[in-house]
């Protein structure tokens, strides 16, 4: 019997590994083609005569496909299949991405215009189903360190935001838009046969929970607002960033990339430290997600700067805010769906993957809300008033969610010291002070 439990043992071990392995390529490889775009298509759609609120509602129209995708595909998850899901996502991806690298011999302003839309949005659909997937894999995977995979995995995440502007810039300036599209896709549909082999396959049950009863929690209706308002911020430099660099540092556009290696850098290589700490001290969840926030909109506020504090713009300081921007992200983003995961447990919802496909689809629609609202409103604002003012108005958005986590675990946490007192007035006040030092 030990000797069968010894084996039982190391195989789990080894579906966990490739779980992360399969998991890990998605990251990469997603995160690689949504990247890819950042440092040359606003500069080439201006060449199409398309203006900077167009491309803001291109690069938008991404994330409002991708909310409406991740709502339904997680409900269906179970059914469907989340290897099936993940896998079939991948390709489409890559099929997408290959044809969005032949937009630029459409003639036609209003034809690329509507092609842009149309090829983003399939995109948007495959993108939905291998990141919807792959997080509910990796919840089943890994149940009890779930922040601290996430975590990891955001290595990757960043990698692949680290090397696509970079990689794509340079790939755009030696031949031509159409080759960062192509090579990009092709490295995609390599990865969908690999992923079939080495990801295993997890059973699961269809359950009777619901999107409406999940998100019409009050906390996680909260920390639905979290994860909007720092994918708005982080959407908010898509479409604006590139061209206020060029302009503002005179810098070319293969070396534009470079300049966000700062955000994606110190992003991920702290959340593996921030997941870590999610899931060994769950009590400070709370704090990291006010700090982040309020931590975020100060950085935003200072990232043009906003022209109320008179301070030229420099290079170096530029970039050390985006670096701290990478940190405050990770400090909010990381802890958000493990915390979602336990409000629903404490809720009564029944564990399992369909729960996870609940949360995961809940997760991704939520961020790319706040991913076609940020490049929208920023374009526009960009466009009326600057980078500076812009991005000052667009960390409201984390200044909102900072403020409104803070008051929340603070009258939370005193209805539950009232309660606690009504409960057991006899109770010494040592107890007490371990019940709200344990709560989450």
Not at 290 to 307: D, E, I, Q, R
Request: a neutral charge; glycine letters at 10%.
């Amino acid at each position: 019997m030990p000797e069968a439990l010894g084996g039982e043992s190391r195989r789990l071990t080894r579906e966990q590994l490739f779980t992360m392995a399969a998991a890990a390529t998605i990251n990469f490889s997603s995160m690689l083609c949504y990247s890819i775009l950042g440092p040359f298509f606003p500069s080439e759609a201006e060449k199409k005569g398309v203006g900077n609120t167009i491309v803001g509602l291109i690069f938008g129209w991404f994330a409002l496909v991708n909310f409406l995708t991740a709502l339904v595909l997680g409900n269906y998850l179970a059914r469907i299949g989340a290897k099936f899901m993940l896998v079939a996502g991948m390709f489409v991806s890559g099929c997408v991405t290959i044809l969005f690298g032949m937009l630029d011999k459409v003639p036609s302003r209003l034809l690329f215009i509507v092609l842009c839309f149309l090829v983003r949005g399939m995109d948007a659909i495959g993108f939905a189903a291998a990141m919807t997937a792959s997080f509910s894999i990796l919840a089943k995977a890994f149940p009890n360190n779930i922040a601290t995979v996430l975590g990891s995995l955001e290595i990757f995440t960043g990698l692949g935001l680290v090397l696509g502007p970079p990689l794509g810039g340079f790939l755009y300036q030696a031949f031509g838009y159409e080759i960062p599209f192509i090579a990009l896709g092709c490295i995609v549909l390599v990865l969908v046969p690999v992923n079939m082999c080495m990801l295993p396959n997890y059973d699961s049950i269809s359950g009777k929970d619901s999107f409406w009863k999940l998100i019409l929690l009050p906390k996680v209706l909260l920390l639905c607002f979290i994860i909007f308002s720092l994918s708005a911020c982080l959407g908010f430099l898509d479409p604006t960033m590139s061209l206020f660099v060029i302009k503002k540092f005179k810098l070319p556009t293969g070396y534009v990339g470079l300049v966000f290696l700062g955000l994606a850098l110190s992003y991920s290589l702290s959340s593996p430290l921030l997941g870590l700490l999610s899931d060994k001290l769950p009590y400070i969840r709370k704090w990291l997600l006010v700090s982040g926030g309020l931590m975020t909109a100060l950085c935003f506020f200072m990232l043009g700067p906003a022209p109320v504090l008179h301070i030229e713009s420099q290079l170096w300081m530029f970039v050390l805010v985006l670096v701290l921007i990478g940190f405050s992200l990770g400090m909010s983003a990381i802890p958000v769906f493990p915390e979602i995961l336990q409000c629903a447990y404490e809720n009564g919802f029944e564990e399992g993957l369909s729960l996870l496909g609940l949360v995961s689809g809940l997760f991704n629609a939520m961020w790319s809300l706040g991913a076609f609202a940020g490049p929208i409103l920023g374009g526009f604002l960009n466009e009326k008033l600057g980078f500076e003012w812009a991005s000052a108005i667009q960390g409201g958005w984390a200044l909102l969610s900072g403020l409104a986590a803070g008051i929340f675990y603070i009258t939370d946490a005193a209805r539950r010291s009232s309660s606690s007192s009504l409960q057991n007035p006899s109770g010494d006040n040592e107890e007490r002070t371990h019940l709200m030092g344990s709560e989450t």
